[in-house]
């Protein structure tokens, strides 16, 4: 019997974008999502604590992060609960992916990301310049969390580094890597091969968005490591 997949979500902290995904998964494993409040700015120190809070007891489960909870993941499975079988990073990082941010990391936090044109946001998320083929739910997804919330993400974002945390994990670990990916580099990626001791790599092509934009792709690599014992 496959173990439970429990997702922690993006930037957005909804899990709003990624229906498409979940009803692939749902028709073999049973998933829950860990949203995050959309009213409160809280860091990732704050965010794991919330996290292990809600984290399934007495029952296996895998944990998958998406891009931004990727440190949250980490720090999680560094130090694991006890029914805690196994990782899965999807688009993520151990440290700041844009140190070249660092420097103006406080002009960089205040950018209307919410409000930025949807030509702009278009190919870097989902790969395409029509905004028209955004995932369904997509351009909703952070409608309804606050401006400070979305600012204080992203200050954790450019000030973080969890790297001594990847060769604590002992735990099966798939890295799910899009190969359009025009938000997190590939160096992020190699880090975390680099450092994660059992680490598997899956290249699906599309963008950075790939639960989203690529559902039935992404749920057959997770299913195939599911699979395998974990």
Known sequence: MMPQLVILPGLDGTGARITPFLREMERTVPVRVLKYPPDQPMGYVELES????????????????????GPIAIRVAADPPPDLAGLILCGTFARNPFPWLRAVRALAVRVPFKSLPRWVRAPLLWGSGDPRR????????????????IR??????????????????????????????????????RLLVQRTPRALVADIEGPHLLLQSRPAESAAAVLRFLGRGN
């Open 50 to 69: 919330l996290v292990r809070q809600g984290l399934p007891q007495g029952e296996p489960y895998v944990l998958l992060a998406e891009s931004f909870s």
């Open 134 to 149: 955004a995932p369904p739910g997509a351009e909703r997804a952070s409608a309804g969390v606050a401006r400070a919330v």
């Open 152 to 189: 204080r993400r992203l200050h954790e974002v450019l000030t973080l580094d969890v790297t001594t945390h990847l060769a604590a994990i002992v735990l099966p670990t798939l890295i799910l890597q899009a190969t359009r990916d025009r938000i997190v580099p590939r160096a992020a990626t």
